[in-house]
């Protein structure tokens, strides 16, 4: 069951609650919704066109009343009002869909009173902001879902970021990008919900630095498919997901997160399914493009050079595992990704055996340590010195998809001298033939290779009878 309401959860822990709010309640009715409640405290609001905020002075949800303001309302609420309606302006400006109206089914229950977007600010019960969206305010096309929804959002931002300012400027518009997502679909996997969010608020203001907090999670789980399901133990890895969609904008503009929302807005289903629907209209795939997105990853911190993302040298570094002479093995389950380091005396064809439907292969040149983005070829590749090998599961099928890396001898190291055409074939597990590689092991699973060897054997017989 896909989780109705999304948490930025930016500072504190994220609390994911299931379903959606029933009978449309909100924390003005009696007795509250999702655990928040106003109780007998006097109820206020402020607004513009397009969004209410409601918020009270005493008690448990009181907000920071501190105020410049004319008319008294508290600075902190102001904001929060005038940041979610710019970050409103600001989606409509690039073309994504508004929010559903909580003036459908007025019969429902709360919806502010009118139809504008609402945020109510409470006392976070473990996390800093929450978008509901609402079961009974919903339309149904195809598979997808959309619908009405409004947001949580702390009431002190100042308690848990620097200022307030800073808080609200990174949580509302990632809220209200997730209101945005449900007038698509509000079933959205939660790591695209969460990842394009983070995207998204980084777009509207560069000078934020949430997205690039979360990044150490997802970089230090290369291993774990970009779709796996999700729990409290790897809530960072879903925010740290945001940086698929700051590959895909960089590679296709940023009108590619739009085009993925429309595909699953027709037809509901997984975002790698619509992620590849809308790719083909680039003339490229899922599967062209989840190796690429490796190799970038591979190309961060001390390894940055030209070409990858532009903030590269900030970002993390994946685990990058030594490639011993005799080749290594390992089982991809999904959109997973491996990386070996290999150093040469003379030079080599890395290749890769595995099934082709299933795994991919590039070899990411290093010089003087450096990833060069613009040199990465697909295995086979002849290597010359020092170079990254980039290893990814290109389905998202979880089924085991075993592989194998080998290094082979170019008899002739001429400069013509060109890597073999084809990857089918047992891996080399011999000597190097002048490999200066690491003996160490690869941090990989092993696996049977019965099926190789039996490959291999295979193919043997075949040269066999065509020699016949």
Request: aromatic share 8%; hydrophobic share 40%; charged share 15%.
């Amino acid at each position: 069951m896909r989780a109705a309401i999304a948490c930025s959860c930016a500072i504190a822990a994220c609390l994911v609650v299931r379903g959606a709010a029933g009978a449309c309640a909100r924390p003005t009715d009696p007795g509250g919704t999702g655990g928040y409640t106003y109780g007998a405290e006097t109820v206020r609001s402020f607004g513009t066109t397009d969004v209410l905020v409601f918020y009270v002075t005493n008690g448990p949800h009181a907000v920071n009343t501190a105020t410049t303001r004319g008319d008294g309302v508290p600075d902190d609420v102001a904001k929060v009002a005038e940041v979610t309606s710019d970050a409103l302006a600001s989606y409509a400006k690039m073309g994504y869909r508004p929010p559903v109206s909580d003036a459908t089914n007025p019969s429902c229950g709360s919806n502010g009173g009118d139809g504008r977007f609402d945020v109510y600010l409470v006392h976070m019960i473990g996390g800093d902001g929450t978008t509901v969206a609402e079961s009974d305010r919903c339309t149904t096309a195809g598979a997808a879902r959309q619908c009405a929804s409004f947001v949580y959002a702390q009431a002190n931002y100042a308690e848990i970021y620097p200022t307030s300012e800073i808080g609200i400027r990174t949580v509302l518009p990632h809220e209200t990008f997730h209101a945005v997502q449900n007038a698509y679909d509000a079933s959205l996997d939660r790591f695209w919900a969460e990842g394009t969010a983070q995207w998204a608020a980084k777009t509207l203001d560069p000078s934020l630095t949430d997205l690039e907090r979360f990044l150490p999670a997802f970089f230090a789980q290369t291993s774990r498919s970009l779709d796996a399901p999700s729990n409290g133990v790897t809530a960072s890895f879903l925010y740290g997901a945001a940086i698929w969609p700051v590959f895909l904008t960089q590679r296709h503009g940023d009108a590619i997160v739009r085009s993925i929302l429309e595909r699953e807005g027709e037809a509901g289903g997984p975002a790698l399914a619509a992620a590849d629907s809308a790719l083909k209209l680039e003339s490229s795939s899922l599967a062209a493009e989840v190796p690429l997105f490796a190799a970038w990853n591979a190309a961060t911190g001390a390894r940055a050079a030209a070409g990858g993302y532009p903030n590269a040298a900030s970002y993390p570094v994946v685990s990058v595992a030594d490639l011993p002479a005799g080749g290594a093995q390992g089982i991809t389950s999904g959109l997973a990704s491996y990386f070996f380091h290999a150093k040469v005396d003379a030079p080599v064809t890395v290749s890769l055996d595995t099934n082709a439907s299933r795994n991919a292969g590039l070899l990411l040149p290093l010089a003087d340590g450096k990833a060069r983005i613009d040199g990465a070829l697909p295995l086979p590749a002849r290597l010359d010195g020092e170079g990254i090998v980039v290893v990814s599961g290109i389905t998202s099928d979880k089924t085991d998809a075993p592989f194998a890396v080998s290094l082979a001898p170019i008899a002739d190291a001429g400069a013509d001298a060109a890597p073999p055409a084809s990857t089918t074939g047992a891996p080399s597990s011999g000597s190097s033939g002048g490999c200066a590689v690491s003996r160490r092991g690869s941090r990989v699973r092993p696996f049977d290779l019965a099926p190789i060897v039996a490959l291999g054997l295979l193919v043997l017989r075949r040269r066999s009878r065509a020699g016949r």
